[in-house]
């Protein structure tokens, strides 16, 4: 009886805690499709991204303005924007933005990126832009990842430029994500091996739609 009476208080307090949490409502992430550009050609693509510019995508100036109206209304310090695409490097200004929006307006922010163009130049802008996570695509094995990328040689150079990211080591969090179908699955084992060889903070396993069938 006591048992169902203490179980029966937590209820309570959940509940009214989500009460109080929806009348607050605050913003704790953002997330940001900067792009929908993007040098890959990936299978499972959820945002039917492609190599060419895109209109109406908003300006250096424009996001700018965006996160200060944020910053202004909300506490910047408390929300994390999510950065994503297509593929964010791809974007010139990228780094100029997230620079401004933590320096200068304190928000903290992490990036969903296929790795492609981590290059050492492009890591140092990040560092100066203050990020702070990343999640990064590896999609099985090499040649399943080559292919199911649509990048050729793209699995060496994304390995190449984690190792490069952690010598950096300002990134308080680096993930990698692995999209599972039937065409890697059986690559689990071997791809652990991997990801404990890179020394990552977590590994993100995801499933895709059992449609997509391997050429």
């Known amino acids: 009886m006591f048992k169902e009476i203490y179980k029966l208080g937590e209820l309570y307090l959940m509940q009214k805690y989500k009460e109080q949490d929806r009348k607050n409502h605050k913003l704790i992430d953002l997330f940001w499709e900067c792009?929908?550009?993007?040098?890959?050609n990936c299978k499972h693509c959820g945002s039917s991204a492609e190599n060419k510019k895109y209109d109406g995508e908003l300006t250096t100036e424009e996001i700018k303005n965006a996160s200060k109206q944020i910053a202004n209304d909300m506490d910047a310090s408390k929300i994390l924007i999510n950065v994503?695409?297509?593929?964010?490097?791809?974007?010139?200004?990228?780094?100029?933005?997230?620079?401004?929006?933590?320096?200068?307006?304190?928000?903290?922010?992490?990036?969903?990126?296929?790795?492609?163009?981590?290059?050492?130049e492009?890591?140092?802008?990040?560092?100066?832009?203050?990020?702070?996570?990343?999640?990064?695509?590896?999609?099985?094995?090499e040649e399943t990842h080559n292919e199911f990328r649509g990048v050729p040689n793209s699995y060496q150079t994304i390995i190449e430029n984690i190792k490069n990211l952690k010598k950096a080591g300002f990134v308080k969090h680096i993930q990698v994500t692995?999209?599972?179908?039937?065409?890697?699955?059986?690559?689990?084992?071997e791809l652990y091996q991997v990801m404990l060889e890179l020394g990552l903070d977590s590994w993100r396993l995801a499933s895709m739609d059992p449609i997509w069938k391997s050429e």
């Open 35 to 40: 792009t929908l550009t993007c040098n890959a």
């Open 84 to 120: 994503t695409g297509g593929e964010p490097l791809v974007r010139k200004d990228l780094c100029e933005v997230m620079e401004y929006a933590t320096n200068e307006l304190g928000f903290h922010w992490g990036m969903t990126t296929n790795g492609i163009l981590l290059t050492e």
């Open 122 to 141: 492009n890591i140092q802008k990040l560092k100066r832009a203050n990020m702070e996570t990343v999640s990064i695509s590896i999609d099985g094995l």
């Open 178 to 189: 692995t999209v599972f179908h039937k065409g890697n699955i059986n690559q689990v084992e």
